[in-house]
């Protein structure tokens, strides 16, 4: 069975700075993985998916992730955030066309 | 604007109650999920349905039932509540013909005392 650790339960940054949140996951085959947001009282939203291809995946609202086979990580990035950007973010992971594994969250909270 | 809609949004209830937490899309989706967010824990699949006469329980099935009206509806169930179900629940669908990708409704907050 596959699973997701994402590394940091809480994530403070200044608004204009860059934020990484980091995604681990295991798994015994190949696996498609995604980054969800969940902004406040709202459902999840999906942010970029990588599927196969290209490692560095882009996504809406300027964020963007590198799935890295050898190290199991698939990290979300922005270079300047914004106060609207504070959400909780989900990394999820599936081995087939239907099942997502999600992990625990991150929540960003960005302070002007 | 194809979306996926949940009623109640709130539900305060009490133990032993039985309570349907109903889902409705209009995306033309085939699939559909329900889920459960507890603080810390992400969210976790509680059932699962590939189309009006496919039903399958997830990885927290246990105490909860669900029912396909058709192929837009997808409702949710709990016989006997218990306060350990509180927790915000979120319908999903997906089409089989794109992979993975899964569209959630706005939650329910649900409040067993």
């Known amino acids: 069975a596959q699973s997701v650790t994402q590394l940091d339960s809480q994530v403070p940054v200044f608004e204009e700075a860059p934020v990484e949140l980091r995604c681990n996951y295991s798994?015994?085959?190949?696996?498609?993985l995604f980054w969800y947001v969940q902004y406040p009282n709202q459902g999840l939203q999906l942010l970029l998916k990588?599927?196969?291809?290209?490692?560095l995946v882009k996504g809406i609202n300027g964020f963007e992730a590198e799935f890295n086979k050898s190290q199991t990580s698939f990290h979300l990035r922005k270079p300047s955030v914004h106060i609207s950007d504070t959400a909780e973010y989900f990394c999820a992971v599936s081995v087939n066309d239907y099942k997502l594994s999600f992990g625990a969250g991150t929540t960003v909270t960005v302070r002007a | 604007d194809a979306d996926v809609t949940q009623t109640p949004r709130n539900r305060i209830t009490k133990t032993g109650k039985r309570i349907m937490l109903e889902c409705s899309q209009t995306k033309g989706h085939d699939r559909m999920y329900w889920y459960r967010q507890d603080p810390g824990l992400g969210l976790r699949l509680i059932y699962y349905s590939f189309d009006v006469k496919d039903i399958n329980k997830g990885e927290i099935s246990d105490g909860y039932s669900v029912s396909r009206q058709a192929q837009a509806k997808f409702s949710l169930s709990l016989e006997s509540a218990i306060p350990n179900q509180t927790a915000l629940y979120f319908c999903a669908t997906s089409d089989r013909r794109r992979s993975n990708e899964q569209f959630f409704g706005p939650g329910t907050r649900l409040t067993v005392l």
């Open positions: 798994s015994s085959v190949s696996v498609y």
């Open positions: 990588y599927l196969s291809g290209s490692t």
